[in-house]
């Protein structure tokens, strides 16, 4: 199976400056940085690579509207590679790794293990299903995790109760193995190309949370999303949204919350029914 790498990218010069030279030495069968209407030198320096293509905007389309733009492409692998602009990959035949990943046809989309600078797991790598409720109590668990995370005793029964909530707690505890989830983190994820045609990629009126709607469409379709530690990425956060992240956040979460769950009410019935979601 043949791999695209899609990069979307909006004036992340000094992010590209990692990511491309390491990526010109896997066995990738395209490159494409897509960009998003940026003001530094980045487009300038990816159109140094004679293996990398740039798709250019005519307007600001937010990161989903941005990763979509690869669809305007008909000359693309089997899979995609998503890898934000500011990632360095860690692992070097990422795809080969790919090629095994997908051996099964059951399986859509695969997430990555992506680092944080001081190469520490990401407690969002990967999860459950987002929903308003399982959301607040997976963020106490977060805090209650946080707050004894020096005592072993209280953390691993705290471990033990949120993992029908959360994962954080999880990886945090270096637990990494290959697994069926919910949804997976878009830094760094492959889904199969003709599957993100058929659902039509990003919901684009998102700027955050894209990947949480992206993989429940495509597991109402009957497809399985995984999280694989083999292909790894260190997210060098570096900050391109001038000063927009909290905003995006929450408007991207409550976006998807009246999406898929309808009003608080219909929400919180829906809880009561599903349960655990375990």
């Not at 035949?93 to 790919?98: C, F, K, L, R, S």
Request: contains cysteine; aromatic residues 12%.
């Amino acid at each position: 199976m043949r791999v695209t790498a899609a990069i979307p990218n909006y004036n992340g010069l000094e992010g590209l400056q990692v990511l491309l030279p390491k990526l010109g030495g896997m066995d990738i069968f395209g490159t494409y940085v897509l960009d998003d209407g940026s003001t530094d030198q980045s487009v300038a320096y990816a159109k140094t690579f004679s293996n990398v293509t740039v798709i250019e905007a005519d307007r600001n389309l937010g990161p989903a509207g941005n990763r979509n733009r690869i669809l305007k492409r008909d000359d693309l692998g089997e899979l995609i590679w998503f890898i934000d602009a500011d990632m360095e990959v860690i692992t070097t035949n990422a795809g080969d790794i790919a090629k095994r990943l997908f051996e099964d046809s059951s399986v859509a989309l695969v997430g990555g293990y992506i680092l944080n600078r001081n190469g520490r797991p990401y407690y969002w790598n990967y999860g459950y299903e987002k929903h308003p409720v399982r959301d607040r109590i997976a963020q106490l668990y977060g805090k209650l995790g946080n707050k004894y995370k020096d005592h072993p005793r209280i953390l691993n029964f705290l471990r033990k109760k949120a993992i029908h909530y959360f994962f954080g707690l999880e990886i945090d505890s270096g637990n990494h193995q290959e697994r069926i989830v919910e949804w997976v983190a878009e830094g760094s994820f492959l889904v199969r190309t003709d599957i993100f045609r058929r659902v039509a990629g990003f919901d684009e009126h998102m700027r955050y949370h894209e990947a949480h709607d992206l993989c429940k469409r495509i597991r109402e379709l009957g497809f399985t999303i995984k999280f694989s530690p083999e292909i790894v990425t260190r997210h060098l956060e570096i900050e391109c949204r001038n000063g927009s992240k909290p905003r995006d956040w929450s408007s991207g979460e409550r976006y998807f919350y009246r999406k898929h769950w309808g009003t608080p009410k219909d929400a919180l019935r829906n809880f009561f029914r599903i349960g655990k979601f375990s």
